[in-house]
């Protein structure tokens, strides 16, 4: 399977962004697809998550009220809007996908990796 993330780019404090997710090589069906990002020095960490169905999501704490992941199963893509933007949310952002429907916060239960898509917030 192939992930392939974009939609970041150099935004203003506040502003908005909203990333997809696209994914190939294989059914979309049955997976869970999450967010991660890493900022520079950092490392990587949990930002959303969001079930096959599109019932059940999960955000860290940092992005409740901010985000909302919700996916396009037609498509096979999932989106993650980000509202409000900060400077602290500067990071490399990552989709990645599991299957199954088990959701986890962590990185090391999804086994596949888009190549990230570049975010920075300028204050």
């Known amino acids: 399977v192939q992930l392939q993330a974009s939609g970041g780019g150099l935004v203003q404090a506040g502003s908005s962004l909203r990333l997809s997710c696209a994914a190939s090589?294989?059914?979309?069906?049955?997976?869970?697809v999450g967010w991660f990002r890493q900022a520079p020095g950092k490392e990587r960490e949990f930002v959303a998550a969001?079930?096959?169905?599109?019932?059940?999501?999960r955000y860290a704490d940092s992005m409740k009220g901010r985000s909302t992941i919700s996916r396009d199963n037609a498509e096979n893509t999932v989106y993650l809007q980000m509202n409000n933007l900060k400077a602290e949310d500067t990071a490399i952002y990552y989709c990645?996908?599991?299957?199954?429907?088990?959701?986890?916060?962590?990185?090391?239960?999804?086994?596949?990796w888009g190549q990230g898509t570049q975010v920075t917030v300028s204050s």
């Open positions: 090589g294989r059914t979309f069906s049955s997976t869970i």
């Open positions: 990645a996908m599991r299957d199954g429907n088990l959701m986890y916060m962590r990185g090391d239960m999804y086994p596949y």
């Open positions: 969001i079930s096959w169905s599109g019932r059940i999501t």
